[in-house]
């Protein structure tokens, strides 16, 4: 079965500053999706970025960009610029190729963002 | 273009009661998965519903059931309420055949007392 781990409960950033929040996963699975999702208060899971296993290249989304490591197993999310809206609960999730597969999710990390 | 609808929002069921939440996906998707979120915790895999099947069940005993409709809603049953069964109760809809992310909804808080 697969694993996702987040090791940083929570952590905090400046207004503007860069931060990087951290996952691991374990899978003996080579076809395999990567994602970030981010959950404020209101509940609602949103897409921040998703990963393909096969691509190389790492995802950037304007603010958002990973440092997707294959061989050591390993998807950091990188915020720049921090802004007071980027205050939520990060999930890293992972999900086998093939059609419709399920979420495994991380157990999240909270970002504070501070003035 | 709207997205994944989930009613109620809120809701308060006594031990031993039934309860039913309701999803209704994004347009265009036909696939329905459903997923428990305890406090400070990731969510959960329950089950997942396509052509108003259950094609993938997570590691939940039998008092969840869950059903699909022509109209790709969905609703999850839960039998005999625990009060560890409280917890935020996320629905997510996709396309079966893309591997594309999924679509949340807002959740179900459901507190058992």
């Known amino acids: 079965a697969q694993t996702v781990t987040q090791s940083q409960p929570e952590m905090s950033v400046q207004e503007a500053e860069t931060v990087t929040l951290s996952c691991t996963y374990d899978t003996s699975e080579s076809d395999y999706y990567l994602f970030w999702y981010k959950q404020p208060p209101s509940r609602q899971m949103i897409l921040v970025i998703r990963?393909?296993?096969?691509?190389?290249q790492n995802a950037t989304e304007n603010r958002f960009s990973v440092n997707f490591q294959k061989a050591a197993k390993s998807f950091s999310l990188k915020i720049s610029d921090s802004q007071l809206g980027d205050a939520a609960m990060y999930f890293c999730a992972y999900r086998s190729g093939g059609t419709a597969s399920k979420l495994t999710f991380g157990t999240g990390t909270r970002l504070q963002v501070t003035l | 273009d709207a997205g994944v609808t989930q009613s109620p929002t809120h809701l308060i069921k006594t031990r031993g009661q039934q309860v039913t939440l309701r999803c209704s996906p994004k347009?265009?998707?036909?696939?329905v998965s459903w997923y428990q979120q305890a406090l400070g915790q990731g969510p959960q895999f329950i089950f997942q519903?396509?052509?108003?099947?259950?094609?993938q069940r997570g590691n939940f005993p039998d008092r969840f059931s869950g059903h699909q409709f022509p109209n790709y809603s969905s609703e999850l049953n839960v039998n005999a309420l625990l009060l560890g069964d409280s917890a935020l109760y996320l629905c997510a809809s996709s396309l079966f055949n893309n591997m594309g992310g999924y679509t949340f909804g807002s959740g179900t808080r459901l507190t058992v007392v």
């Open positions: 519903y396509y052509e108003e099947e259950e094609r």
């Open positions: 347009s265009g998707h036909d696939t």
């Open positions: 990963q393909e296993a096969y691509k190389q």
